[in-house]
Each structure stands twice: as C-alpha cells, then as structure tokens.
C-alpha cells in the first residue's frame, strides 16, 4: 500500500507556457500532501504544504502565483508552474500524508520539467 | 525553509564494508526518516523513528532517534552494490506536518 503517483513524469514546455503536475494518492486518502523541488544532486527543498479543502501554505521565498496548488479531494493534488521560464526547469517530487495512519509521507516517482 | 545537515556528503566503500552517516538539526524534532533516493526517481522510505532513542533496524540498515531530539544516524551492515545512491533524512518537528530534507549523503559502493 501507499502509492503514490505523479503525472506526467517528465515535460518539456516552451518558456511563458503553464505547466500542470498531477500527484494521486493511490490507495489511501492524504489530507495533507507536499510538494518538493530538487536541483541536480541537491537535497529536497519543501516548496509548500497542500491541505485539501483549503489553501496551501508556501514556504518562505516561494512564490504562491507562480507555483499554483489546488487540492480539490482527498487523493489529488496538482502544481501549476505559471509562465515558466528556464529557470523554473527542476524535478518536481510530491508527497503524500496518510489521514489518519502512520506518521509517514510517502513520495510520488517525480516529474523532470524542462523549460526552453 | 529548514534544511537538515549531514554528513557525510560522499562515501565511497569497497562491498562488504560497514557505513555510517548522520543528521542534525538546531531544532528539536518528534519524527526523523530516512529514504534512498535513486537517480531520477522518488525517495523511498528505508525507516521511520518515532520516539527519542529509539532505535529501529530494516534488514542490514539500523538508525537511531537522538536522545536530545536533534539528530539521527544510520548504519548500513555489510554493503551491497545496490546500496548505492544518495540517502537522505527527513525530520519533523511537533509545530506541523512539514517535513525538513538533510544535504543527502552520496554512497558508492565499489564492488
């Protein structure tokens, strides 16, 4: 149990599109899901926290009209990068925390995203 | 946000080798992970501590909670070539569900 998903696994997208991550939870409900953003051999930095039925909470520096999240049920949530542009290519990692089961977040395989 | 230090940030071990590597925060945290990361994937859990002092072992790998709440270690027994990748911790503190990334330690096992 506690898959996670993300779609689509990699993007490339031409600069000034938007871009639209799906992350699922497959076979458990997460009230809370979190969204990372990793360089090239660099640590995992937490972008923002995704609380179902509510706005999310960004961290510090990270720019909530660029990076735009909407946790709509209790098995999705989707990242929206806004006007992309170079600089916003990354790997961008999702998790999952289980309601009620465990204390443990549980991450989705990643998406490259490519900005030209 | 936080960022977790640890050490080292690269091993290199012959196979068979022994290897040890730790985390530590200036904040006190009430959960510390620890996942494997491979190239061009998700992290994968290895082990979740709980409670201070803990000390909890998945197959050859062992890892600790801290006393004082601050750090984390984990030992990996008799290495393997697919040990190899980069593992990182995670910590949580008891003011919300974020959890907080260290730098990663690079482990390549020459075989």
């Known amino acids: 149990g506690a898959v996670v998903s993300q779609h689509p696994s990699r993007v490339i997208c031409k600069s000034g599109t938007s871009v639209k991550i799906e992350c699922r939870s497959l076979?458990?409900?997460?009230?809370?899901m979190f969204w990372y953003r990793q360089f090239p051999k660099k640590s995992l930095m937490l972008m923002a926290t995704?609380?179902?039925?509510?706005?999310?909470?960004?961290e510090q520096g990270v720019e909530k009209d660029k990076f735009l999240i909407n946790h709509a049920s209790l098995t999705l949530s989707t990242l929206t990068v806004t006007s992309a542009h170079p600089e916003d290519s990354s790997f961008y990692i999702c998790?999952?925390?289980?309601?009620?089961?465990?204390?443990?977040?549980?991450f989705g395989p990643g998406t490259r995203l490519l900005v030209l | 946000g936080q960022q977790l230090n640890q050490s080292p940030q690269s091993m290199f071990i012959q196979e068979g080798e022994d290897v040890s590597m730790n985390c530590t925060s200036s904040?006190?945290?009430?959960?510390w992970l620890w996942y494997k990361q491979d190239p061009g994937e998700g992290p994968v859990l290895l082990i979740a501590?709980?409670?201070?002092?803990e000390l909890t072992s998945n197959g050859r790998l062992t890892a600790q909670f801290g006393i004082t709440r601050k750090d984390s270690f984990l030992n990996i027994s008799a290495s393997i070539p697919s040990d190899v990748g980069i593992y990182f911790c995670?910590?949580?503190?008891?003011?919300?569900?974020?959890?907080?990334f260290g730098t990663g330690t690079s482990l390549t096992v020459i075989p």
């Open positions: 998790s999952a925390f289980p309601s009620g089961r465990g204390e443990t977040q549980y």
């Open positions: 076979d458990f409900q997460a009230t809370t």
């Open positions: 995704s609380n179902e039925g509510s706005k999310a909470t960004y």
């Open positions: 904040s006190i945290f009430n959960t």
């Open positions: 501590l709980y409670k201070a002092g």
């Open positions: 995670a910590g949580r503190s008891n003011t919300g569900n974020q959890f907080y």
